[in-house]
Each structure stands twice: as C-alpha cells, then as structure tokens.
Nanobody
Framework: QVQVVESGGGLVQPGGSLRLSCAAS????????MYWYRQAPGKQRELVAV???????TYRDSVKGRFTISRDNAKNTVYLQMDSLKPEDSAIYYC?????????WGQGTQVTVSS
C-alpha cells in the first residue's frame, strides 16, 4: 500500500511565498512523473506543474517564473516552491504521483493568498 501526504499550505499575503511538500511512503519501487494540480472553488482542477523522472519540469503559463517544482528521489518527495503569490493562486493544491503502475493522489492542502 502507498500513501501520499501533502503539507505546507496556509494563508499568505500577496507577494509572499510558500513551499509545498508531497511525500510518498509504503511499497514503492519507482516514482515516475510527479504532478501538482490545484482546484479553486467552482473551477475545474488544473495542472500547475509536472516533473518527470528525467528531472525536466513543465509549468502552466500563469505560474512560469514564480513557481518551481523539484523532486528528491531519495525521500520520495516532490516540492512546489511558490513565490510572488497572487490572490488567484488560492486553491486546494493536490499532488499526483505515478508510482510503479499506479496513479496516486494526495488529500490536498489549502493555499489562501489574501491581505
């Protein structure tokens, strides 16, 4: 069995920073792609960033230059460093990991950007 747990969300003022973490534990052979999604109230879930096993990141346009995704394979963990946060970044952030042949979701962590 595999568990995926996000952490690091919270309330931050516009222009501030947060660092999200997503750690996997359990029976893991290899983690392939690691994704961060977000979902704001009344909106569809959207892909924020992805990093593959080759360590090449991809971002949605609205976060390019502000967010950085990275991974630590030894810790089975993916991070999302979020800088210059805007109110429109407020959402529940979810990680999704491709672990062996499975797609595993975390429970989500709330990010609120407000003054």
């Amino acid at each position: 069995q595999v568990q995926v747990v996000e952490s690091g969300g919270g309330l931050v003022q516009p222009g501030g920073s947060l660092r999200l973490s997503c750690a996997a534990s359990g029976s893991i052979d290899k983690i392939y792609a690691m994704y961060w999604y977000r979902q704001a109230p009344g909106k569809q879930r959207e892909l924020v960033a992805v990093i593959g096993s080759g360590n090449r990141p991809t971002y949605r346009d609205s976060v390019k230059g502000r967010f950085t995704i990275s991974r630590d394979n030894a810790k089975n963990t993916v991070y999302l460093q979020m800088d210059s946060l805007k109110p429109e970044d407020s959402a529940i952030y979810y990680c999704n990991l491709v672990i062996d042949s499975r797609s595993v979701w975390g429970q989500g962590t709330q990010v609120t950007v407000s003054s």
